[in-house]
């Protein structure tokens, strides 16, 4: 459960930092990771940012385990990538079938998110490159789960700042 790169935001996970790491497909958790729970639509920022990553030849792809099949398509949409909701993480299954359906191998997909217990956990169940950053929202019940996943956090193998 311990994560290959820890972040404060998805913006420090730059197209050259994937690039240099021979990422070319990159499976985003949409929650608390890309926006907060509350936000329907990317910001420009987050449009900015995954245009970038397309322009680098990342692929970005949102791996949700929302039950609203339609915020998460509607979010995808407006970032024109292709999505999964109800994922189902930690399990690896969307990510290799994500994988597959792009023809990329593990060494070149990495899965970003705020939770070590689903989305880390997915990525090293699948064998891919383990990204987390900072939940975007800290309700009470983010905090603690927060705190249990300190430990994990802090013995990331790559720290950004």
């Not at 399990?91 to 070590?116: F, H, N, Y």
């Not at 987390?132 to 013995?155: D, G, N």
Request: hydrophobic share 45%; charged share 25%; proline share 7%.
């Amino acid at each position: 459960m311990i994560p290959h790169i820890t972040a404060p935001d998805v913006f420090l996970i730059t197209p050259e930092r994937l690039q240099k790491k021979g990422i070319t497909l990159l499976l985003l958790d949409l929650d608390n990771t890309l926006s907060p729970y509350s936000e329907d639509l990317p910001p420009e920022r987050v449009l900015e940012w995954m245009d970038a990553l397309k322009k680098a030849g990342i692929t970005p792809y949102i791996i949700s385990n929302n039950a609203s099949e339609e915020r998460v398509r509607n979010y995808a949409a407006a970032c024109e990538i292709p999505y999964v909701a109800r994922a189902g993480k930690p399990s690896p299954k969307p990510v290799q079938e994500a994988m597959k359906a792009l023809g990329k191998e593990r060494a070149e997909t990495a899965l970003m998110g705020d939770q070590i217990f689903t989305d880390v956990l997915a990525a090293k169940r699948a064998g891919v490159t383990a990204i987390v950053v900072k939940p975007l929202e800290m309700t009470v019940l983010f905090r603690l789960r927060y705190i249990a996943e300190q430990v994990f956090r802090r013995l990331g193998k790559e720290r950004l700042r």
